[in-house]
Antibody, heavy 122, light 107 residues
Framework: QVQLQESGPGLVKPSETLSLTCTVS????????WSWIRQAPGKGLEWIGY???????NYNPSFKSRVTLSVDTSKKQFSLKMTSVTAADTAVYFC????????????????WGQGTLVTVSS | EIVLTQSPVTLSLSPGERATLSCRAS??????FAWYQQKPGQAPRLLIY???NRAAGIPARFSGSGSGTDFTLTISSLEPEDFAVYYC???????????FGPGTKVD
């Protein structure tokens, strides 16, 4: 079955750019939506945004000015870049897949990657 | 912006008991609604999608109901592995924005 694996630096300095990649294995990257969701330590889940395999994107308005998602179908990867990070961006970052529902993204995420902890600190 | 409120914050029960978890949305946003289970150190696991459909491999003791602004997750008889945090999540119709509830801990 499809598996997702996040990768990237575990430590980022304040004001710098956080960059993560999610690799899709065991399934196709085509005809799905791919999303990033984060969870600050001891806190709840926060949706960051999604990208369709074709490259169209939609972001949480809370992040819109700082976040860029991209996809590389040849590598079966999609990526997150978040600029101007602060300590408040310290979190476990999950990637996840969503199906197509009609002409929209479906209303749920499955499966999820295991998550990767990113700490923002000097 | 839709806000989801989950109640109770913590549900203290014993194995074999019935668990009823609630999630209320600040405004109606269709039935693109899901429930997830999360155990410490793990990714969330999809339990219920479209408010009442069990995801693949999810035991029948988990059921979801509701529509509009009020949704419920019921675990008919708690198994030891069911003690975890449960999150609700809603997708608004347009633009498609995803919102998670703050979680209910079943302990």
């Amino acid at each position: 079955q499809v598996q997702l694996q996040e990768s990237g630096p575990g430590l980022v300095k304040p004001s710098e750019t956080l960059s993560l990649t999610c690799t899709v294995s065991g399934g196709s990257i085509y005809s799905y939506y791919w999303s990033w969701i984060r969870q600050a330590p001891g806190k709840g889940l926060e949706w960051i945004g999604y990208i369709y395999f074709s490259g169209s994107t939609n972001y949480n308005p809370s992040f819109k000015s700082r976040v860029t998602l991209s996809v590389d179908t040849s590598k079966k990867q999609f990526s997150l870049k978040m600029t101007s990070v602060t300590a408040a961006d310290t979190a476990v970052y999950f990637c996840a897949r969503a199906d197509v529902s009609g002409v929209l993204i479906s209303g749920w995420f499955d499966p999820w990657g295991q998550g990767t902890l990113v700490t923002v600190s000097s | 912006e839709i806000v989801l409120t989950q109640s109770p914050v913590t549900l203290s029960l014993s194995p074999g008991e019935r668990a009823t978890l609630s999630c209320r949305a600040s405004q109606t946003a269709g039935n693109a609604f899901a429930w997830y289970q999360q155990k410490p150190g793990q990714a969330p696991r999809l339990l219920i999608y479209d408010a009442s459909n069990r995801a693949a491999g999810i035991p029948a003791r988990f059921s979801g109901s509701g529509s509009g602004t009020d949704f419920t997750l019921t675990i008919s008889s708690l198994e030891p592995e069911d003690f975890a945090v449960y999150y609700c999540q809603l997708r608004s119709n347009w633009p498609p924005i995803f919102t998670f509830g703050p979680g209910t801990k079943v302990d």
